[in-house]
């Protein structure tokens, strides 16, 4: 498992790409092994991913009768969720790869586009904290989370332009399908699974 520093470093890598200063690809491992390597950000990530399953099942809680219990089930069905979102993207991502002849891009991008996710998923956590202990506070929120989203999608177009070069039109359609699907997803997998709060 990558220390604290090698994520540090990492990130400043990824930092480097968004400022499109090519300096970043130095401080990223884009090789094979590093590639596999960069999936341990799911577990950097998984403090702030258990703050947001907990304040899931608190919403869940709230809109279901007061008798309504959740178990290890209803953990296990938001792992699903969480893993289903990190991984699918990723193979679509692979797919449009292929057909437009850039798999040889594939271990960069899933690597930047992990490490990407750490610093996206605490961000989240601190929306997140703030709704709960900020009464009133969800327009404020709304509002965060979507500058939050529109700085992920700048700073992953501009991280997957330094990658694959400069191809607008693949660059906005590789974006979209490692932005949208996950999204989707999410709402869905969670209605299926049961584990989405009523009304």
Known sequence: MP??????????GLWLL???DARGFQYLDISDRGMLRSFWAILWSLPPIGISWLWWQRA?????????STGLAFFLRLALVEATNWVIP???AGVLLL???FGDKFAPIVVAVNWLGVPT???????????????????????????LMMAVI???ARILRMICGAHPLFIGALTLV????????????????GVYPPG
């Open 99 to 101: 057909i437009f002849r």
């Open 178 to 193: 490692l932005m949208i699907p996950s999204m989707l997803l999410t709402d869905f997998l969670q209605r299926f699974l």
């Open 3 to 12: 220390t604290f520093r090698e994520v540090q470093y990492y990130l400043s």
């Open 60 to 68: 869940y809680l709230t809109a279901m009768p007061p008798e309504t």
């Open 121 to 147: 998923s605490y961000l989240n956590a601190l929306l997140i904290a703030l709704i709960a202990f900020v009464p009133g506070s969800s327009g404020l929120v709304a509002l965060l989370w979507l500058v």
């Open 18 to 20: 968004i400022r499109m």
């Open 154 to 156: 700048f700073s992953l």
């Open 90 to 92: 990723l193979v679509l």
